[in-house]
């Protein structure tokens, strides 16, 4: 048998397409490849290979310094560009591979880019949403406090009614089950509140409280006791502890790619408060509020994963 390759032709207007001509001709027909300037899958073969356990994503900069230096990660450039912070962290039953990113700007639809890019990349098992918050109860979100949550309540979506009716409708999800009874375990382990010293210098000798609570989540910063958004999420659901801009986006990219046949990452929003939401609020607490976060989602590592 002879295979030639390539076909010479002299002319114009000539068509040739899967053609075979004499005896004993084959045609092989080869799958098309259309460019279409955007590769299927970014991440390289060392990223996409090995299994990545935890998928950590952070709006501020206070916030991502605080994991890189909890978890020790160490920074990596992408090929697209993008940077990433991976490391391990070892507990007694296992060794845990973490990847830490930052969203280009606050708020719900950056913190899906980013997610999107952490699941292009490295396809974590979990992400975490780790960083700082506004406190909406008195109690038990106090500045310095950590408030983890498996439940999320978006509160942006909303009718407009004649008069200036408004009616807010409010999404509430919850994390997978697994990652439930992660949490659940901790605080059987530790109490409610767990109390954990702090390691920031300047408040190392002081103690902060951890409590499971639900995160109202939307696009306002809000700065006023008196916030229409505060009492509606309050009348919603008497456990929202805190209020953000991302933990809604976190929670309705898992549900959208739910339907996948790979299994769907699980997700956790961990909260330090750094201001109570009302006219006194800044950025002094960032700092505090980022590291206890930071910490907490060291310690929660090994019921995580």
Same mark, same amino acid.
């Given at each position: 048998?002879?295979?030639?390759?390539?076909?010479?032709?002299?002319?114009?207007?000539?068509?040739?397409?899967?053609?075979?001509?004499?005896?004993?001709?084959?045609?092989?027909?080869?799958?098309? /490849?259309?460019?279409?300037?955007?590769?299927?899958?970014?991440?390289?073969?060392?990223?996409?290979?090995?299994?990545?356990?935890?998928? #950590?994503?952070?709006? !501020?900069?206070?916030?991502?310094? %605080?994991?890189?230096?909890? +978890?020790?990660?160490?920074?990596?450039?992408?090929?697209?560009? !993008? /940077?990433?912070?991976?490391?391990?962290?070892?507990?007694?039953? %296992?060794?845990?591979?973490?990847?830490?990113?930052? %969203?280009?700007?606050?708020?719900?639809?950056?913190?899906?880019?980013?997610?999107?890019?952490?699941?292009?990349?490295?396809?974590?098992? !979990?992400?975490?949403?780790? =960083?700082?918050?506004?406190?909406?109860?008195?109690?038990?979100?106090?500045?310095?406090?950590?408030?983890?949550?498996?439940?999320?309540?978006?509160?942006?979506?909303?009718?407009?009614?004649?008069?200036?009716?408004?009616?807010?409708?409010? &999404?509430?999800?919850?994390?997978?089950?697994?990652?439930?009874?992660?949490?659940?375990?901790?605080?059987?382990?530790?109490?409610?509140?767990?109390?954990?010293? =702090?390691?920031?210098?300047?408040?190392?000798? *002081? *103690?902060?409280? #951890?409590?499971?609570?639900?995160?109202?989540?939307?696009?306002?910063?809000?700065?006023?006791? &008196?916030?229409?958004?505060?009492? /509606? +999420?309050?009348?919603?659901?008497?456990?929202?502890?805190?209020?953000?801009?991302?933990?809604?986006?976190?929670?309705?990219?898992?549900? &959208?790619?739910?339907?996948?046949?790979?299994?769907?990452?699980?997700?956790? #929003?961990?909260?330090?408060?750094?201001?109570?939401?009302?006219?006194?609020?800044?950025?002094? /607490?960032?700092?505090?509020?980022?590291?206890?976060?930071?910490?907490? +989602?060291?310690?929660?590592?090994?019921?995580?994963?």
């Amino acid at each position: 048998m002879i295979t030639n390759r390539g076909i010479v032709n002299h002319g114009d207007n000539n068509n040739f397409s899967n053609n075979a001509v004499g005896e004993n001709a084959h045609v092989s027909i080869a799958t098309p /490849y259309f460019n279409t300037g955007t590769p299927a899958d970014e991440g390289t073969a060392d990223e996409r290979s090995d299994i990545w356990d935890v998928g #950590v994503v952070t709006i !501020l900069s206070e916030e991502l310094r %605080s994991v890189v230096d909890e +978890l020790k990660l160490e920074r990596h450039k992408a090929p697209s560009g !993008l /940077y990433f912070y991976r490391g391990e962290h070892t507990t007694p039953e %296992s060794t845990i591979r973490i990847v830490a990113t930052q %969203s280009q700007s606050q708020g719900q639809r950056s913190v899906m880019a980013a997610l999107e890019n952490l699941r292009r990349h490295y396809d974590p098992r !979990l992400w975490a949403l780790v =960083g700082v918050g506004g406190g909406i109860h008195d109690e038990h979100a106090r500045i310095g406090n950590v408030i983890v949550s498996t439940d999320i309540v978006y509160y942006e979506n909303r009718k407009i009614n004649p008069r200036g009716d408004v009616r807010r409708r409010g &999404e509430h999800r919850q994390s997978p089950a697994p990652v439930v009874h992660a949490v659940n375990a901790f605080f059987t382990d530790h109490g409610t509140p767990a109390r954990v010293h =702090g390691q920031l210098s300047t408040h190392a000798s *002081e *103690e902060f409280e #951890v409590y499971p609570g639900v995160i109202g989540s939307g696009e306002a910063v809000i700065a006023d006791r &008196e916030s229409e958004i505060r009492s /509606y +999420l309050t009348n919603y659901h008497e456990k929202v502890l805190a209020v953000d801009m991302e933990a809604g986006g976190l929670s309705q990219y898992w549900q &959208e790619n739910s339907f996948h046949g790979a299994i769907n990452p699980g997700w956790i #929003v961990i909260r330090g408060v750094s201001d109570n939401a009302d006219e006194k609020k800044g950025h002094g /607490y960032h700092e505090l509020a980022a590291r206890n976060a930071a910490q907490i +989602l060291r310690r929660l590592l090994p019921y995580l994963c």
